[in-house]
């Protein structure tokens, strides 16, 4: 496969809807939407949402009079001319719907869907989150239809905060990926490396420093392959390929790796099917950087 292909199916990333950003601030239009018959509302507390699974998994919206008293925030709008707004609180009670949360329902609902409930859990933990202004502490105001928070006593302006992560699949001249542990996984699971950029730092340089740290690799040829939202809580996951040398010694740092080896296509299937590893869900950027590389779906990974 050509270095230069993109990802081609992220969970996250399917959101149909325009964002009519240009209308958060327009009251008038904001109004008229809320009180439209057809509009429809995803209510979020503590980042779950009302799902049912019968006949697909789908995000059950209810309308705006049956919606909670919460924060408002405008998520977009579809083709027809509905409107769809996320309202957090405590979610209704509606027969023969669950709550579900982004991890567990982000990879199976549809592209409309896991785009509403992707933008609506992320902004319902930054407003839980980030009440207080930074500056002087006081309770800020919420505007922009549910986009930013202003400080009502200097003034200040806080917009829904983002944390940028590099997650890279590193691979060496035989065309083998390195699959690492992290501290707190279980034994079987395996994955790529990863971690948060840094201030003053470029993406290119965030992928070379995580990977020297985590284990004592230097990498070149750092290449951008795709992003999608990780709002678990806030980050934006953007994926990298990196190649390196595989013959120079691995030195996992014992605080991030517990361990750290090179995978042929072959023996990566061999691991899963002998049930000695486990690898990234459907809804991670990772298992799509992997199956970019290996070329298929992998054996035993969840359905979609
Ligand atoms: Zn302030």
């Given at each position: 496969?050509?270095?230069?292909?993109?990802l081609?199916?992220?969970a996250l990333?399917?959101?149909?809807?325009?964002?009519?950003?240009?209308?958060?601030?327009?009251?008038?239009?904001?109004?008229?939407?809320?009180?439209?018959?057809?509009?429809?509302?995803?209510?979020?507390?503590?980042?779950?949402?009302?799902?049912?699974?019968?006949?697909?998994?789908?995000?059950?919206?209810?309308?705006?009079?049956?919606?909670?008293?919460?924060?408002?925030?405008?998520?977009?709008?579809?083709?027809?001319?509905?409107?769809?707004?996320?309202?957090?609180?405590?979610?209704p009670?509606?027969?023969?719907t669950?709550?579900?949360?982004?991890?567990?329902?982000?990879?199976?609902?549809?592209?409309?869907d896991?785009g509403?409930?992707?933008?609506?859990?992320?902004?319902?933990?930054?407003?839980?989150?980030?009440?207080?202004?930074?500056?002087?502490?006081?309770?800020?105001?919420?505007?922009?239809?549910?986009?930013?928070?202003?400080?009502?006593?200097?003034?200040?302006?806080?917009?829904?905060?983002?944390?940028?992560?590099?997650?890279?699949?590193?691979?060496?001249?035989?065309?083998?990926?390195?699959?690492?542990?992290?501290?707190?996984?279980?034994?079987?699971?395996?994955?790529?490396?990863?971690?948060?950029?840094?201030?003053?730092?470029s993406?290119?340089?965030?992928?070379?420093?995580?990977?020297?740290?985590?284990?004592?690799?230097?990498?070149?040829?750092?290449?951008?392959?795709?992003?999608?939202?990780?709002?678990?809580?806030?980050s934006?996951?953007l994926?990298?390929?990196?190649?390196?040398?595989?013959?120079?010694?691995?030195?996992?740092?014992?605080?991030?790796?517990?361990?750290?080896?090179?995978?042929?296509?072959?023996?990566l299937?061999?691991?899963?099917?002998a049930?000695?590893?486990?690898?990234?869900?459907?809804?991670?950027?990772?298992?799509?950087?992997?199956?970019?590389?290996?070329?298929?779906?992998?054996?035993?990974?969840?359905?979609?």
């Amino acid at each position: 496969m050509a270095d230069t292909a993109p990802l081609e199916w992220l969970a996250l990333a399917r959101g149909t809807l325009d964002r009519v950003a240009l209308n958060r601030r327009d009251d008038a239009w904001l109004d008229a939407a809320w009180a439209a018959p057809d509009t429809r509302v995803v209510v979020v507390d503590d980042g779950r949402a009302l799902v049912t699974y019968e006949p697909d998994p789908s995000l059950v919206l209810v309308s705006p009079d049956q919606a909670p008293d919460g924060d408002r925030w405008l998520l977009g709008e579809d083709e027809a001319g509905t409107v769809y707004f996320g309202v957090s609180g405590e979610l209704p009670t509606i027969e023969g719907t669950g709550t579900a949360g982004l991890r567990r329902v982000g990879a199976i609902l549809g592209d409309r869907d896991s785009g509403l409930i992707t933008h609506a859990v992320a902004l319902e933990h930054w407003h839980r989150t980030h009440r207080h202004c930074p500056r002087c502490g006081t309770v800020t105001r919420v505007t922009s239809a549910g986009h930013v928070r202003v400080c009502p006593e200097d003034g200040s302006q806080h917009f829904p905060r983002v944390d940028p992560a590099v997650i890279m699949l590193v691979t060496d001249e035989n065309d083998r990926i390195l699959l690492a542990r992290g501290p707190q996984w279980p034994a079987d699971r395996r994955s790529i490396l990863a971690g948060f950029v840094e201030p003053g730092e470029s993406l290119e340089q965030a992928v070379a420093r995580e990977v020297h740290e985590e284990v004592g690799l230097p990498v070149r040829d750092v290449r951008y392959v795709g992003s999608q939202p990780w709002p678990l809580p806030q980050s934006l996951m953007l994926g990298f390929t990196a190649t390196t040398d595989g013959d120079t010694p691995l030195r996992p740092d014992p605080e991030e790796i517990l361990d750290a080896a090179w995978y042929t296509r072959a023996e990566l299937r061999a691991a899963i099917d002998a049930g000695d590893l486990v690898a990234p869900g459907p809804l991670s950027i990772a298992a799509q950087l992997i199956i970019r590389w290996y070329g298929d779906q992998l054996p035993k990974m969840q359905p979609f």
